[in-house]
């Protein structure tokens, strides 16, 4: 073998993809999940080698970025609504579950009341939210956030809508509505589990679960975004996450696993 020939070899292997220079997947994350996948896809990236990225934000506003053709792969919605629409026009869809038309449902989500501990109001209960010492009220926007919609269900349950709504503190997506509350900026939130077990959360304050009775379940649905050049990572990350010691870890941070 000549000189030159190896050489040309040695630069061939030097530009051929590695597991390690592997574009990273890129995950659409519903905000609630902001304090529960990191340390998942850090399990997944140890256990296959695949590196895994998320970028959290409200469901509505994921949907609406990979409608306007942001690179994701995969898309972990709050609810089924948002990946349903991009399954309907075409731009995820669900391979592999025995209706592709169907997002796959990968746990369900509960809703709290949340209040820092020493507040001169009652702790978290429905009492404190029929108290009228309760000022600001901190919700996900119910427009962009399901979490958002299952308060404003909750609080139309209860009759307490109309006399409460001049009282929220608006955030953007569930993960902002627990910061609301945190900083003092509202004197309660409806917020998810995930964020109430965080171990800031759980330290400063105390949560009330919302009976499941006042609202509609809160299935988490996921895809696979159509233009995604990684589909069998991503169906190999979706497995990972409705496998069962997973989803025994998903019902220690505050989801409902779906096994």
Avoid: C
């Amino acid at each position: 073998m000549s000189f030159r020939m190896l050489l040309s070899i040695l630069v061939a292997l030097t530009l051929m993809p590695t597991g390690s220079a592997q574009t990273p997947l890129r995950v659409a994350a519903a905000a609630d999940l902001e304090p529960v996948l990191p340390p998942l896809l850090e399990q997944f990236r140890q256990a296959t080698g695949i590196r895994a990225e998320a970028t959290f934000q409200a469901s509505a506003v994921l949907a609406t970025q990979i409608q306007n053709g942001a690179p994701f792969d995969l898309f972990l919605s709050a609810d089924l609504s948002y990946p349903k629409r991009l399954i309907d026009a075409g731009l995820a869809d669900a391979a592999g579950s025995a209706d592709s038309t169907t997002p796959i449902v990968y746990a369900k989500g509960t809703l709290v009341l949340w209040a820092r501990k020493g507040s001169t109001l009652p702790p978290p209960s429905l009492d404190l939210l029929r108290d009228p010492g309760l000022k600001r009220l901190a919700i996900a926007n119910p427009d962009r956030a399901p979490y958002g919609r299952a308060a404003v269900s909750a609080l139309t349950s209860l009759k307490l809508y109309d006399a409460l709504k001049p009282r929220f503190v608006t955030a953007e997506n569930i993960s902002q509505a627990a910061q609301f509350v945190d900083s003092g900026n509202a004197d309660a939130g409806l917020i998810s589990l995930t964020s109430a077990l965080t171990p800031r959360l759980a330290s400063s304050g105390s949560y009330f679960v919302i009976p499941r009775s006042l609202y509609p379940p809160i299935e988490q649905g996921a895809v696979l975004v159509s233009k995604t050049t990684q589909r069998a990572a991503a169906h190999q990350l979706l497995d990972f996450l409705l496998s069962a010691p997973v989803q025994a870890q998903l019902a220690k941070s505050g989801l409902t696993p779906v096994h």
